[in-house]
């Protein structure tokens, strides 16, 4: 087993000082990998130097992931302070009281005394069963609103004064919903974790988040190949398959993934890659400390954005949503 050393991996600084590695891995197994696989993942992971593990209570995996996480403290590979460890409110969870007790589930199940990183899943309490379609939809589900949102976040800024959280977040979020929200937290978030991925780069968001200091935290990386079958459409653009990425992976002779992920590094979000492989989540890591992309592959890279979204998301839709392009505000459709 390859271990690379914690001094050769990048570090990110939040806003409020803490430091979080450059890249982490994800626990989101999808539709693809059970617990325990990806649990046997993420011990792997500490082996070979991942100190940023991105969860959620959604993914119905945190206990199991909290066995690992407690096992390495008590062997001593790691300390608690070295790791880094995000979770999520899921969205049947918001409202008065409902976040504290997920975030006490989620530290009872993680094994972990706090959290570093707390997100607000998606912005509305709007939810599907595990597992389901593209084509379920709940009947309870409601546009995004401003007031409970607040409410949930009140709840969010409140863990962070217990102490129970470090640090808070949001995610799955738009400039729309960031103007109606930022100007009401009494904390304003570390991070906002959204899509990245070369060809959605999201470069106006990007660049509001870094103007007012929220690191952008990127999941589907390299576009998400395994991401579940109700996320897929035709008209989705592979990432890994487009010709100035395969281009410049033989230049550099590796496979196109690690391209993505270099590009995420050097460009500044913190990606999460999820792979059970020992070879694969090796690589992840590894690439980020070693044969940078040039200037003039980076510009080459920023060119083949093609605002292609592939977590559109439509499972949360509302009666009356027009279609998936409403969950991102491309209709302003935003309750105050």
């Avoid at 050393?5 to 939040?14: C, D, F, S």
């Avoid at 979080?20 to 990998?33: N, R």
């Avoid at 304003?188 to 070369?198: G, Q, S, W």
Wanted: charged content about 30%; proline content about 5%.
């Amino acid at each position: 087993m390859e271990v690379i050393a914690q001094n050769l991996i990048p570090k990110r600084k939040l806003y409020n000082g803490m430091e979080i590695p450059a890249i982490g891995m994800g626990t989101f197994g999808s539709d693809k990998y059970n617990s325990e696989q990806v649990s046997a993942a993420v011990k792997g992971a500490i082996k070979v130097g991942y100190r940023l593990f991105d969860c959620a209570a959604c993914y119905h995996n945190e206990d199991l992931i909290g066995k690992v996480f407690k096992e390495a403290i008590d062997e001593g590979l790691v300390k608690r302070e070295d790791l880094f460890i995000t979770t999520k409110v899921w969205n049947d969870m918001h409202g008065d009281g409902d976040v504290l007790i997920s975030c006490a589930k989620s530290l009872k199940d993680l094994k972990l005394d706090y959290i570093d990183l707390f997100f607000v899943h998606w912005p509305f309490p709007n939810y599907h069963a595990p597992g389901c379609d593209g084509d379920t939809r709940n009947p309870d589900s409601k546009p995004f609103s401003v007031e409970k949102f607040m409410k949930t976040w009140r709840q969010c800024e409140r863990l962070q004064e217990m102490g129970l959280v470090k640090s808070i977040g949001m995610s799955n979020m738009t400039i729309a919903k960031l103007d109606a929200v930022l100007p009401l937290c009494k904390i304003k978030p570390v991070a906002i974790e959204m899509e990245l991925h070369p060809c959605f780069q999201q470069k106006e968001l990007f660049k509001y988040l870094e103007d007012r200091d929220i690191l952008p935290i990127a999941f589907c990386p390299i576009g998400s190949p395994e991401r579940p079958e109700r996320d897929k459409t035709e008209t989705d653009i592979a990432d890994i398959e487009v010709k100035e990425m395969i281009e410049i992976a033989k230049a550099h002779n590796v496979h196109p993934a690690i391209i993505c992920l270099k590009w995420a590094v050097q460009r500044g979000q913190v990606p999460i890659p999820f792979a059970t492989e020992e070879a694969f989540y090796t690589s992840n890591l590894k690439c980020v400390t070693e044969d940078p992309l040039t200037d003039e592959e980076m510009k080459i890279l920023e060119g083949i954005d093609k605002n292609n979204r592939l977590i559109k998301g439509q499972v949360f839709l509302w009666e009356g949503a027009k279609g998936w392009e409403d969950l991102w505000d491309l209709d302003g459709v935003i309750v105050q």
